[in-house]
């Protein structure tokens, strides 16, 4: 068995910690480390697998005049290519969080002329699944995991009124009750076990202020690039200047442009992701979580499942150990 050593002792390697427990079985050197300041694998548009197939659901409001226009007229040729660039997970919600995400990013909607109150995710399209039904999943799985700690981003509203921001409140409240850690609390591992805390809710609305429960909205470093070589150098460029105070996010998935899509017309999001996945995870290897300049903490990608990702994100936190000893 691997090892390394802290303090004199030698500690389990992380990598052989259990993806689907991880955080329960981090070394007691890092229960005292604030979340902030640990390295936390994340999916990107989290709740991207169950799409809408159905070519009645429109495409979500967000997408360009263009395309809208494209999708009304001419269907049967345009939603195939919005399917193949807007899924960016292909697994459940609960098989991510037992891969090891730890931080999920949803977007969330109401669709156009739905007269229900009902709350959808989008990426491109809307989700068959609810808001209500996803988070409810998130919830059991936390009841199994109880030593765990997921990080809900809920952003890039659309549609919604102030009632139903509302109404999303009182849904996350009744669902996670207890499990809530208000932003009064100090957010390290020892912490939130004594306090049962499991779910750290952070809002990209006004209504943060308003609400001990919600957190402020979670930086997203976004490096807008379809290729690896790109992103790996705008990220290089950011990180000289700091990272922010709490959490904060870096994005390392790839974004597809127009001419990068018409250009590779028998391709995916996904073939374009997994191509370059070698490079990236070369790259995030060798990062640092921490509170210095330079210092990563959630590293979110799509197709999180399908790699290496979780466990390479993970091990980064065995140089927190080293830096300590």
Known sequence: MSSVVVSGQSEPSLRELPMENWMSHLPCALWDTPLYHLAIPGSHNAITYCLDMN?????DLRQPDLLQKMDKYMK????????????????????QLDCGVRYCDLRIAHRPNDSSTDLYFYHGVYTTLTVET????????????PKEVVILSFSHFLGLSQELHMLLLTTIRNIFTSKLCPKTEVLTLRNLWALSHQVIVSYEHSIVSCHSELWPHIPYWWANKCKAESLIEEFEHRKQYGRPGGFFVTGINLTEDLK????????SLKDLVMSTYPILLGWVKEQTPGSKVGSL?????????ESPFVPTVVILNEKLLKQSS
């Open 76 to 95: 049967p040729l345009i939603r195939p290519f919005v399917y193949k660039w807007a899924v960016t997970q292909e697994y459940t919600i609960k098989q």
């Open 55 to 59: 070519d009645r659901s429109p495409v």
């Open 297 to 305: 903490n959630i590293i979110a990608g799509d197709f999180i499942t």
């Open 260 to 267: 990068y899509i018409c250009t590779h017309p028998t391709e």
């Open 134 to 145: 996803v988070l409810k999943e998130i919830s059991e799985w936390l009841d199994a995991h």
